[in-house]
């Protein structure tokens, strides 16, 4: 899994170095295609349920899973959330960042990338023997609501190993305390979804894209992570 993720590291900063205004969001499913293939490992994405890309590509107010097109063409002050996974020998990673496009980035949107990867940072640090998912919900959901954001309450985290998506669910909110008790060895992927404004999402006629209710812009980072006998190791770091 360490390999897997290694491989989801390289290709998404790969992927990243071809944001830019007037980049279409193919370009980018192009750019983790040939990423795969340089590191001989295979898309997890592809064909999931039917979904068409190796990549999903979320642009401002689209939450998860947008599907690359090249009619979706990257512009200044944009947000674009990549979220990505390989396969290598049967084993699973997966990770996302969300990244500006360009330079002008509105000051409450530049805000709400730092949180939402302050987020999950948080979320990871309660990762360890005896913790629970409670304790990694409730992480994530203090540090998103301090900031008068809003965690996406219809998607959630999840285990992952020898398929993409494995018990258990790994929600973003929570009480601490509750839930499963972590012990070491499994390994869960975290990934906070946050909205600038309300959390309520819906999915377009696509089948996939989630987008905001209100419009308000998204933001999504995610980590595959190991619970280890003194913490978490981050697979995908
Ligand atoms: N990171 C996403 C997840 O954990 C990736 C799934 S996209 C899909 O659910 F297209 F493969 F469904
Ligand atoms: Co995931």
């Known amino acids: 899994m360490r390999r897997a993720g290694k491989v989801v590291r390289a290709v998404l900063e790969k992927v990243r170095g071809h944001v830019k205004p007037g980049a279409t969001t193919l370009d980018l499913d192009r750019a983790a295609e040939a990423g795969l293939a340089e ?14 890309a190796v ?16 009619k979706r063409v990257l512009k200044e002050g944009d947000i674009v959330s990549l979220d990505f996974g390989a396969v290598v020998d049967g084993y699973f990673g997966d990770s996302a960042i969300t990244v ?18 302050a987020s999950l940072r948080s ?3 309660a990762v360890k023997p005896g913790a629970t998912l409670g ?19 219809d998607f959630v985290g999840h285990g992952i190993g020898v398929h993409m998506h494995e ?52 933001a999504h980072f995610e980590h595959t992570v190991a619970v280890t006998a003194t913490g978490a190791t981050i697979l995908t770091e």
Not at 39 to 52: C, E
Not at 55 to 68: D, F
Not at 180 to 197: D, H, T
Request: overall charge negative; some cysteine; hydrophobic content about 40%.
């Open 123 to 125: 979320g990871i640090a």
């Open 55 to 70: 990549l999903c590509t979320s642009v401002n107010s689209e939450v998860v899973h947008g599907i690359p097109s090249a």
């Open 100 to 117: 500006p496009v360009g330079e002008k980035i509105d000051p409450d949107t530049a805000r709400l990338l730092r949180v939402t990867e």
């Open 167 to 218: 018990d258990p669910q790994v929600p973003n909110f929570g009480e601490a305390g509750r839930g499963m008790k972590l012990r070491v060895g499994m390994v869960i992927a975290i990934e906070p979804m946050v909205n600038a404004g309300k959390a309520d999402v819906r999915v377009l006629g696509d089948g996939w894209t989630a987008v905001t209710g209100d419009g308000s812009m998204s």
């Open 39 to 52: 590191f001989g490992a295979k898309a997890a994405f592809k064909g999931y349920h039917g979904y068409p």
């Open 135 to 153: 304790d990694i919900g409730a992480a994530v959901q203090g540090v998103v609501e301090a900031e008068g954001f809003s965690v996406v309450r």
